[in-house]
Nanobody
Framework: QVQLVESGGGLVQAGDSLRLSCAAS????????LGWFRQTPGKERQFVAA????????YYADSVEGRFTISRDSAKNTVYLQMNSLKPEDTAVYYC???????????????????WGQGTQVTVSS
């Protein structure tokens, strides 16, 4: 089992920055992919960014590339999402997921992730 706890969400204005954290516990993250997804009411969970724990391969959704940065701290078992130049359309609940079976082909699909955190709300006002 992997437990994931997100933090760092909040209410900001357009153009501001936030850093989300996802602290993992329970087992080693070797061979896992850690991903950030977001969800708004009535819509499916949407891929934002992902990183493979072993090799640090990074993937971004087109909508956030150049504004968001995903990173990991192996010593702290934590993955971060630095979000800059936030827009109102970034408003969502952000979830962290851990996927042991995620591959390069599937890493952007929520179905590739076995474990999820409880989510953290990000609200960007215009």
């Amino acid at each position: 089992q992997v437990q994931l706890v997100e933090s760092g969400g909040g209410l900001v204005q357009a153009g501001d920055s936030l850093r989300l954290s996802c602290a993992a516990s329970g087992r080693t993250l070797s061979n896992y992919a850690l991903g950030w997804f977001r969800q708004t009411p009535g819509k499916e969970r949407q891929f934002v960014a992902a990183i493979t724990w072993n090799f640090g391969n990074i993937y971004y959704a087109d909508s956030v590339e150049g504004r968001f940065t995903i990173s990991r701290d192996s010593a702290k078992n934590t993955v971060y999402l630095q979000m800059n130049s936030l827009k109102p359309e970034d408003t969502a609940v952000y979830y962290c997921g851990a996927g042991w079976t995620a591959t390069q082909m599937s890493i952007e699909s929520q179905n590739a992730y076995e474990y999820w955190g409880q989510g953290t709300q990000v609200t960007v006002s215009s």
